[in-house]
């Protein structure tokens, strides 16, 4: 059958120097596309690789006084090592220093050459080292590249070079996306392109002289292949074109060939498709741009040494937090999705990385995952009871069973986690509302049966959901669940059904698996802890005296809002008594801010104030922890707003 694979590239990175988090974010969102559809039951080849014939790279190499082949020969090894710590499940790793890739470029710089689609002229103009592109006089900005994210000195090039007859193209690349719009995405980004052939295409010089590192032009051994036009080339190799006419019939066209903005106008959606035109090979379905990241709002660059290294980074937050290295490689891969909608660009904080661990993770899929293995073996020794499950528990998967394979399809990953995390909220409801502590007190046997077999098949499709996306992770649950089979071997159609949790398997003992991550200064915490019980014993002993020290009063709340950006807060207007103060809680996911209005509270009035989200806090409220879900606490009977609490 012609085209059965489901073929997804990333670019194939330059190896002057290891991997950050800006490769990373690509690579990771190939790596979700490619187990979603294996999941799916599609059989996937999964492409990434290193681009190493770049002269900057040869550069990279002089300055480290090693010969180039050599050079590479190590970096690559900083990319093998990253992908395979970060869960990257490729098929196949491309290296243009590969016999079978320039074999292939070879071949087709031939071919085109044959049929007068390559020529010999003459080159005058500028090139720019980092960028590796060659402009016009006329297109520079202040004589330097004018690529937004470069910017950088370019140098002056005359030389007797081969050209592509990309000027040949122009008018066939905008029929063929006139009648093929879904092939340049996101929307937005499809104009850019439109114009920019429009503004007319210019025959490309696709060799370079007097420069020893690259694939040798045939015939013409003092000059090589120009790096772009050798590192386009890769998408096909993998494919098997001129190796394996079988492969390439069912895995060309590429399904998704992904990367970020800085390299799609100009090569994948213009000198990409024209040379693919050339060889009279179809164009890939989908070529897809994603914005680009900065770091604490600054361009990642590596004389400013800010390009966050993912394996460290993870590192260093498993030591603070105690999770374990791989889970937290997870939550990173996680976090680049739920942080920014992909596509747009992003700025990268640790803080935030660490904000979102604490309360996504942690919180709502760690305590949702934690308290229902828990409840099981207090309610039911850890074996899962017969019983069926609550029809709300189909009524509350419903938007991740029928949404989520379009927004993954549809590279709306970040609307695949918020599908998903709202299962998950619903499911801490769900929890919260039928109280199963409640239940067993009242030794309701069969609700108590009906409500935990509900919550942990929910547990068992969150785990499935999430899995392209937190591989380990949501291994770990699996197997804290007692699944049998192994969860890379379930299918969805199968698998992402209510009801299909085993009765009679027996869970693991509950472990956490994301701890929380303490922020560095505690004197100003990000976000107030959520409210959770010590064991006890664990506090020390307090005298009269200092208790005395807090002023607790009840309080009314007199306005209550959510605090844009921050799920788990709510910003309260209070009436103390003596003041009207502003105090942020996070509670936002148990109340809703209407029905706190005109409520009773108790309040610390004395806690020093702490900035939460930019907004100043005067107070705490108090609130039972009741499964790592608040409960506030108010007075029994209507008393004045004032009182004092001791
Ligand atoms: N070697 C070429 C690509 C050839 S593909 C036929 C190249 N390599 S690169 O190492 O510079 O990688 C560029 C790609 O890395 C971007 O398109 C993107 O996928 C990723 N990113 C590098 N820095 C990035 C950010 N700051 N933000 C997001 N992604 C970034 O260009």
Redesign the pocket.
Known sequence: MADAVYYVT?????VNDAP?I??F??TVAADVVARFQRLRGRQVLFATGT?EH?PKVAQAAAAHGKPPQEFVDEIVQAYLRTWQETHISYDDFVRTTEPRHREVVTRVFETLRDRGDIYKGVYEGWYCVPDETFWQESELIEGRCPNPECRRPVQRVREENWFFRLSAYQERLLQYYEAHPETLGPDFRRNEVLSFIRGGLRDASITRSAYGWGIPVPGEPDKVIYV?FD??L??ITVAGYLQDEEKLRDVWPADLQ???K??FVR?HATLWPAILMGLELPLPRRIFA?????VDGEK?SKSKGNAIDPRGLARDVAERSGSRYDVVIDALRFFIFREVPFGSDGDFSTAGFVNRFNSDLANDLGNLVNRSISMLHRYFEGVVPAAAPDPALAAAAAPVLQDLPAAIDDLRLGAALDLIWGFIGALNKYVDEQAPWRLAREGRQEDLARVMVSVLDGVRLVALAVSPFMPVAAGEIWRQLGMPGSLAAQRWDEAMRPGGLPAGIAVAPAEPIFKRIEQRSPAAPEKPAAPTAPAQGEKPVVTFDEFKRLDLRVARIEAAERVPKADKLLKLTVDTGGDTRTVVAGIAAWYEPEALVGRKIVLICNLAPAKIRGIESQGMLLAADVEGRAVLLQPDQDVPVGSTVR
């Open positions: 990333t670019p194939i990175y330059y950050h800006g490769h974010s690509t681009d770049a772009w590192a386009l890769n998408y992904l990367m970020a800085d390299i090569f994603h914005g680009f990241w900065t990642i």
